[in-house]
């Protein structure tokens, strides 16, 4: 089996796309298609300086990675963004990762801890706690991002995350999600820009970059993170019609009418909220004994 670019042995296979690769032209051919999705769907500006928020897997490592190989070609600026969410080893082992990853990289590391608000998600004594868990990131990652003066948080959302979301929404009854998960939504009020980049890459792509670019990542699964039926489903479509993935989510965000929000506040901590308390303050009043910063 030969390298379809170099002519060399191939050890990678990309059935999406009918090829076949070696390691070092895959890392090539991964990063030109970023680059081609970046320019396309005018996912960052000229000047722009991004929060890229970084967990320690496969996903965000890609991110940082091919974010920092292209950065001077899109005239961007980056820094990374770690949450310590307080998993007890599984935290201390993904933020080992970003500092290691970062110092190659030679990137600025900020690291943000739930514990400053008084409880750490090992506390939650909650069936959901995957929802306390995640409402906890969106919130402590956009207050990072607005304050301090960045222009867009960058998060590493690949097409398997995308379609899980978009089905599970769609059974739900909840269209106007769709325009949320665009590569880049445009920030309005306290809510912070958002891009992402990796938007049409598959989790086999992330992966298979990953290993081509000779970076740490994590191996091991939250210890709170659940099988997902939906994802099963998703790559038993894939394995019978390659493309399928990133197909799906391309014509997902075929031009269509913008969402008209109604803005509304927390009336403890100020943050944008669909209802009086925001969940983030409502989860620390109930887990914490901390105060809410202002």
């Known amino acids: 089996m030969k390298c379809k670019m170099c002519g060399g042995e191939a050890e990678i296979r990309l059935r999406a796309y009918r090829i076949q690769l070696c390691k070092n032209c895959f890392r090539v051919f991964y990063e030109r298609r970023v680059e081609d999705d970046m320019k396309k769907y005018r996912i960052v500006r000229n000047g722009e300086r991004i929060c890229v928020a970084l967990s320690g897997g496969k996903d965000s490592i890609a991110l940082i990675h091919v974010l920092n190989k292209l950065k001077d070609k899109f005239k961007i600026s980056i820094e990374a963004l770690h949450l310590d969410l307080g998993i007890g080893a599984y935290s201390s082992k993904a933020e080992s990762i970003c500092r290691e990853v970062c110092r190659k990289l030679d990137i600025k590391l900020n690291v943000e801890r739930l514990s400053d608000y008084g409880f750490r998600i090992e506390d939650v004594d909650v069936k959901k706690v995957c929802s306390v868990c995640g409402n906890a990131k969106r919130y402590l990652m956009n207050r990072f991002t607005r304050e301090n003066g960045f222009d867009a948080l960058a998060t590493g959302h690949n097409a398997d995350d995308i379609l899980t979301n978009f089905f599970k929404n769609w059974i739900a009854g909840n269209m106007e999600w769709i325009d949320k998960q665009r590569p880049r ?44 039926k939906w994802r099963r489903i998703i790559d038993d ?52 004994k901390g105060k809410i910063k202002h």
């Not at 306290?190 to 891009?195: A, E, F, P, Q």
């Not at 990953?210 to 740490?216: D, G």
């Not at 929000?261 to 620390?284: A, D, L, M, T, W």
């Open 185 to 228: 939504t445009e920030g309005f009020d306290k809510i912070v820009t958002r891009i992402r980049p990796l938007f049409l890459r598959t989790d086999q792509e992330n992966s298979l970059y990953v290993e081509s670019i000779n970076l740490p990542a994590l191996d091991t699964k939250c210890p709170y993170a659940v099988v997902d």
């Open 237 to 288: 479509i894939e394995k019978e019609v390659p493309g399928f993935k990133q197909n799906f989510v391309r014509n997902m965000f075929k031009e269509r009418k913008k969402d008209q929000r109604k803005i509304k506040h927390c009336s403890i901590c100020g943050e944008v909220s669909n209802v009086e308390i925001c969940q983030f303050c409502r989860n620390v009043m109930r887990f914490g």
